[in-house]
């Protein structure tokens, strides 16, 4: 399991690979479209209205 951030709220979630997909489920409660990865030494983000790495 891996923790991802809202950027725009700072919301921390784990991701899809977990049992409860929280960094998704935050994305579809509120519709804050862009999060980060939260692990050390790793610096990509993901916009889920693209389903992309931006």
Do not use: Y
């Not at 923790?3 to 489920?25: E, I, M, N, W």
């Not at 519709?31 to 916009?47: A, D, K, L, Q």
């Amino acid at each position: 399991m891996q923790l991802r951030l809202c950027l725009d709220c700072g919301h921390v979630g784990c991701c899809d690979s977990s049992p409860f997909q929280h960094a998704t489920a935050h994305f579809k409660e509120t519709g804050h479209p862009v999060m980060r990865t939260f692990e050390p030494g790793e610096n990509w983000r993901w916009c889920f209205v693209d389903g992309s790495i931006v």
